[in-house]
């Protein structure tokens, strides 16, 4: 069966610091992948996808960054960190064009 | 703008009632709704979805209306149980597309 992993957990990092999320899918080749934000009393905003290594699609203009360095893991990154990069951070994965998509655990970020 | 707008942001149920989470979009090329659970610190989870061709999807104690005239879909949850309190998104998205439309969601509490 297909699971998804992200890490860290929670994470607190002071504004202007670098940032790594990684996010990796196991039992399954060539998923879609995506990145969201849900920032306090906000829906899921669409950050970053994914439909292949190397092909990154950015939906929001921002600090932040994402790669696919392999077929199944997914980074999110930033150089410098905003106050307003605090948030709950999703990944999900799926197979087909509109199938439902997994989510991952999500990673709290807080930055101070 | 918000192509898919949830307008409550809660909703407060007794146990053994019916809940209603109402959903409406503002695009007409979305052909395919689907609704997500969600727990604190937790990713979403798929719920229940609906095609356009349908007009109600039943999951036990889930269904899902859509009344495409009216660019409207609910979820009802009947009986509502205190373990359905979360927060609900909806989602939409159009034939082919990778990329759900989520809204902000409605947090529903059922109280024992």
């Known amino acids: 069966s297909q699971t998804i992993h992200q890490w860290p957990a929670t994470l607190v990092q002071p504004v202007g610091s670098p940032l790594s999320l990684e996010c990796t899918v196991e039992?399954?080749?060539?998923?879609?992948l995506y990145w969201y934000r849900q920032a306090a009393g906000r829906g899921l905003q669409l950050l970053f996808y994914?439909?292949?290594?190397?092909?990154i699609s950015s939906e929001v203009p921002q600090n932040l960054s994402a790669s696919r360095p392999q077929d199944r893991q997914f980074i999110l990154s930033s150089k410098k960190l905003l106050l307003s990069d605090s948030g709950f951070y999703l990944c999900?994965?799926?197979?087909?064009?509109?199938?439902?998509?997994?989510f991952g655990p999500g990673t709290r970020l807080t930055v101070l | 703008d918000q192509q898919v707008k949830q307008n409550s942001p809660s909703l407060s149920v007794q146990e053994g009632r019916i809940s209603i989470l109402n959903c409406d979009y503002t695009?007409?090329?979305?052909?395919?709704f689907l609704w997500y659970k969600k727990y604190p610190a937790e990713g979403p989870t798929f719920l229940i979805s609906?095609?356009?061709?349908?007009d109600k999807n039943e999951d036990g104690r889930f269904t899902v209306f859509l009344n495409k005239s009216a660019k409207h879909l609910s979820l009802h949850i009947v009986p509502s149980q205190p373990g359905d309190s979360a927060v609900y998104f909806c989602?939409?998205?159009?034939?082919?597309?990778?990329?759900?439309?989520f809204g902000r969601g409605t947090s529903l509490i059922v109280h024992p």
């Open positions: 999900a994965w799926n197979l087909d064009r509109a199938d439902t998509q997994y």
């Open positions: 039992g399954t080749s060539n998923p879609n």
């Open positions: 994914s439909v292949g290594i190397g092909q």
């Open positions: 695009n007409s090329m979305f052909d395919y």
């Open positions: 609906i095609s356009s061709i349908k």
């Open positions: 989602a939409a998205s159009e034939g082919g597309s990778y990329i759900p439309t």
